[in-house]
C-alpha cells in the first residue's frame, strides 16, 4: 500500500516561472491538505481539499497560488510567476476523512527553490 | 488565532541524559501529534494523543497531554546520538469550529546528542 507520494522531490524555477507540483494521496484516501515549510520554520497550513472542492484555502497567499484536486488524478498545488520567498517545502498529507479526528499521513514533499 | 510555542527551540544534549521538551498550545484542543523530521526528509509520525492525561511510550521517547493545562510533553531518556532530529507537536482545535482538520505547528525543537 503505497503512501502519500509527491512529485517532483526537487524543482527549481526562475524568478517569474511557474511551479506545479503534485501530490497524490494515499489509496481510499479523498482529503488534501498542503502546508508549507520556509527554511528553520515549522509547517504552515496552506488549503484543504476534498476531490472537486476546496474547503478551506484561508493559509493561501491572496495571488499567484492556487490548488485543485479533480476527480481523477493528483492535487496539484500551482504557483505562478515565483518569486525567491517562495522557495520552501512544501508537503502535502492525505486522511481518510476530513475534521479533526482523521490522522493525516504526510508525503515526502518538494523542495522549490527559485533562482 | 490557535498559537503552539515549543521549547526549547534548541537543545543539545549529551548521550545518557535526560530532558524534556514543552508544547503550549493557546485553545482547546484533545488530540495533539509529535513529529520527527531529519533535515532534508518529511515528517514521520511519533505520537497521536487523543485525551487528557494520556502517555504513551516508545522507546526512549513518552509523550503526555494535559488538556486543562493546554501542555504535552515529550520526555526523552538516556538519549542516543540517533535521536538527533527536529521535533514538531502539532494541534488540531476541537471540533465544533471550522478547523477542518487542519494541523497548527510548534516551531520545532532542533536535538542535537552528543557523546
Known amino acids: 500500500n503505497a503512501g502519500v507520494m509527491q512529485n517532483p522531490r526537487h524543482l527549481v524555477r526562475r524568478r517569474g516561472q511557474e511551479a506545479r507540483l503534485r501530490c497524490s494521496p494515499m489509496?481510499?484516501?479523498?482529503?488534501v491538505y498542503w502546508y508549507r515549510q520556509l527554511p528553520e520554520e515549522g509547517l504552515k497550513f496552506m488549503v484543504y481539499?476534498?476531490?472537486?472542492?476546496?474547503?478551506?484555502e484561508s493559509g493561501m497567499p491572496k495571488e499567484r497560488f492556487s490548488a485543485e484536486f479533480p476527480k481523477e488524478g493528483p492535487s496539484i498545488l500551482r504557483i505562478q510567476q515565483v518569486v525567491r520567498g517562495d522557495s520552501a517545502a512544501y508537503f502535502c498529507?492525505?486522511?481518510?476523512?476530513?475534521?479533526?479526528?482523521?490522522?493525516?499521513?504526510f508525503g515526502p514533499g518538494t523542495r522549490l527553490t527559485v533562482l | 488565532e490557535l498559537k503552539v510555542e515549543q521549547n526549547p527551540l534548541f537543545l543539545s544534549m549529551q548521550e545518557g541524559k535526560n530532558y524534556t521538551i514543552y508544547c503550549n498550545y493557546s485553545?482547546?484542543?484533545?488530540?495533539l501529534y509529535w513529529y520527527r523530521q531529519d533535515p532534508g526528509k518529511s515528517l514521520e509520525s511519533l505520537f497521536v494523543?487523543?485525551?487528557?492525561?494520556a502517555v504513551k511510550q516508545e522507546g526512549r521517547l513518552m509523550a503526555s497531554l494535559d488538556t486543562k493545562a493546554r501542555l504535552s510533553t515529550l520526555h526523552i531518556t538516556a538519549a542516543v546520538h540517533d535521536l538527533s532530529a527536529t521535533y514538531f507537536c502539532?494541534?488540531?482545535?476541537?471540533?465544533?469550529?471550522?478547523?477542518?482538520?487542519?494541523?497548527?505547528f510548534g516551531q520545532g525543537t532542533i536535538l542535537t546528542v552528543h557523546p
Open positions: 498529507a492525505s486522511s481518510p476523512g476530513g475534521g479533526p479526528y482523521n490522522e493525516q499521513f
Open positions: 489509496k481510499g484516501h479523498s482529503h
Open positions: 481539499l476534498q476531490k472537486e472542492n476546496i474547503i478551506d
Open positions: 485553545t482547546t484542543s484533545d488530540r
Open positions: 494523543l487523543l485525551s487528557n492525561g
Open positions: 502539532a494541534v488540531v482545535p476541537n471540533a465544533g469550529g471550522t478547523s477542518y482538520g487542519k494541523l497548527t
